[in-house]
């Protein structure tokens, strides 16, 4: 992006002051607007990927690579413009995870459409982040209960056998692609500038990917589109995606943060019709319906109730 365009975001999000105890205050219609450039961005990581392993010439450990090492030299950029002292490092642990989730995406989109790869990974990040709240003591409410069942529900008849399944190994990837994601979220929670925190986990997980494409070598393969696709997935939809993110959280509720989340599997899907050419199926229409209910019931009850118990 324009090193103009780079300034003025940093120069935004050095109003905001992560580590406060008062709430930024942002006009409504803009924190509208970056919540749903957050979400485009997050959204557009699905479709980069999908079409740089389906459409280009480029590996899944390459591309990998290229996200991490790009995403990392944005967000060190973002961090150092910015101005003020900031608390937060990143650590090795949250690093693997991260670079386990980067990897995972990448090979499960060799086979997976953007929209399939979309829900199973926001299903198993809510999953691994609701499944950590209940092993801590938090107490599901019936409605939360019911919630939680549609939405398994709706991932087993997503994963069951048939002409329309996705391809088993590129779900089991994804998922655990998830799991590693909701990992690396709940390790993220107060340590830190969260921007400051993402950057030091990307600079960490480099190397990690390096290895991979050192591994993977012999199976290697780089053309231009899909160089800049996976330069577009780091810089852009990560990096600078999560910037945004980090930028308009604080204005939101934490159920309100989790709520506008579930637009994204929305957006991926319709990107994958509308550039992809990709179908929509009857099973994933209904498996969608019900994985993204399911978890917005569990959500909103949570927010009505002000907080399941503790047990």
Known sequence: MPFYNLLVLCRFRNRLNFITRGKPQMSYPRMIFLTSLAMIAFAGNSLLCRAALKHAGIDAASFTSIRLISGAIMLWMLVNLGRGYKIGRGNWLSAFALFVYAAGFSYAYVSLPASTGALLLFGAVQATMIGHGIRTGERLLKLQIMGLVIALAGLVGLLLPGLSAPPMLGSVLMLASGIAWGVYSLRGKGAGDPLRVTAGNFMRAVPFAAALSV???????????????????GALTSGVGYSVWYTVLPALKAAKAATVQLSVPVIAALGGVLLLGEPITVRLLLSSLAILGGIALVI????????????
């Open 300 to 311: 909103l009850e949570k927010q009505r109730t002000g907080g399941a118990g503790r047990g």
């Open 215 to 233: 591994v993977m070598a012999g199976r290697s393969s780089l053309d231009s589109a899909g160089f800049c696709y996976a330069l577009a997935s």
